[in-house]
């Protein structure tokens, strides 16, 4: 009976913890008030006139502030904080496919060499392995994954950039619920110069693809730090 019990207590301290902290900074205060006026200031002289009036009227004001929290919490918080823990169950994997594309990307950038995984985190070392790539170069084959039949660069960034953008659009499905954060991560991922510099590859033509990916650096650096960003929220978020 002991682990229930504390689950349950931990759950009810997360559930409070989960309110803005004003609100609950406000309630302590109130509740000091409280017990201040019952187990001391009644007792005490009116130090001037209207005092005693004056002590009535916060006291009444701070039980008030008490009963709304009471209110808010049953009626408003709870049912906020169920659909929060649903959304997340929902729109977090979500998420995590677009990080899972972005991973994808990076595996066939760093190829069958492991040591090239710290030079994508660099702006020049990146520059310098997109620079030994062509947009009609075909793909390495990535160890557990499903790329077996032979793709060309172009086409399988195109591939994955519509992969991530249907489901950055199914996670906006949800925007009324997801935290500003997480709508804030996923807008600059929608909206980033790496996707819009996609868009002109999509209508180079053959000349134009036998050139190397280098120009293509700059922009998949900044989105891949978005993504990097993104990550860390996702686990944050699992973690609570």
């Not at 309110?19 to 406000?26: A, F, R, S, V």
């Not at 180079?204 to 860390?232: A, C, G, P, R, W």
Request: net charge neutral.
């Amino acid at each position: 009976m002991k682990l229930p019990c504390k689950l349950l207590k931990w759950k009810i301290m997360k559930f409070i913890l989960s309110i803005n902290k004003t609100i609950n900074i406000l309630v302590i205060v109130s509740m000091a008030i409280i017990l201040c006026h019952d187990l001391w200031w009644h007792t005490l002289p009116e130090l001037f006139e209207g005092g005693q009036k004056l002590l009535s009227s916060i006291y009444n004001l701070t039980m008030g502030y008490l009963v709304s929290y009471v209110f808010y919490l049953v009626v408003v918080r709870y049912k906020e904080y169920k659909d929060e823990n649903y959304i997340n169950s929902v729109a977090l994997p979500i998420v995590k496919e677009v990080i899972k594309s972005s991973d994808l990307i990076n595996d066939c950038i760093k190829g069958i060499n492991s040591a090239n995984s710290q030079e994508l985190n660099n702006k020049e070392s990146l520059k310098t392995l997109l620079n030994q790539k062509k947009y009609n170069d075909n793909i390495p084959r990535v160890t557990g994954t499903f790329l077996y039949a032979p793709a060309s660069w172009a086409d399988f960034l195109e591939g994955q950039k519509q992969v991530s953008r249907r489901n950055i659009q199914r996670a906006f499905s949800f925007i009324s619920h997801l935290e500003p954060e997480l709508i804030e991560l996923l807008t600059s991922l929608d909206d980033s110069s790496y996707f819009i510099s996609l868009v002109f590859v999509s209508k180079y033509n053959t000349e134009m693809l036998d050139k190397s990916m280098e120009e293509l650096s700059d922009s998949y650096f900044d989105y891949n730090q978005t993504i990097v960003k993104l990550n860390e929220y996702v686990v944050r978020c699992s973690a609570q």
